[in-house]
């Protein structure tokens, strides 16, 4: 069982920062892939960025590329995204995710778990 919180969300002005973290449960953190999703009002849910277990393979949405990262620290149980650049389109609810395999996807429902989401809000 993993249970997952995220925090850092808020608002900030298009060209600005803003780092998520996504505290993870349980002592086996380092055999789950883990994901940022997001979810826009009256849109579908939306894969953001992907990093496998180890940390050492990451993968991004063509939306996102170039501005988003994604990293991990096994030893805190915690993954992070850092966004900049930010624009009024990437407004939505950020949610983490969790797979127990080795490496992360950009489909859903293969997750087994996740966080409550944070609201990110660009203003323009």
């Known amino acids: 069982q993993v249970q997952l919180v995220e925090s850092g969300g808020g608002l900030v002005r298009a060209g600005g920062s803003l780092t998520l973290s996504c505290a993870a449960s349980?002592?086996?953190?380092?055999?789950?892939?883990m994901a940022w999703f997001r979810q826009a009002p009256g849109k579908e849910r939306e894969f953001v960025a992907g990093i496998n277990w180890s940390g050492g393979s990451a993968s991004y949405a063509d939306s996102v590329k170039g501005r988003f990262t994604i990293s991990r620290d096994n030893a805190d149980n915690t993954v992070y995204l850092q966004m900049n650049s930010l624009k009024p389109e990437d407004t939505a609810v950020y949610y983490c995710?969790?797979?127990?395999?080795?490496?992360?996807?950009?489909?859903?429902?293969?997750?087994?778990?996740w966080g409550q989401g944070t609201q990110v809000t660009v203003s323009s």
């Open positions: 995710a969790a797979v127990y395999r080795p490496f992360a996807s950009d489909y859903s429902q293969r997750y087994d778990y």
């Open positions: 349980g002592r086996t953190f380092s055999r789950y892939s």
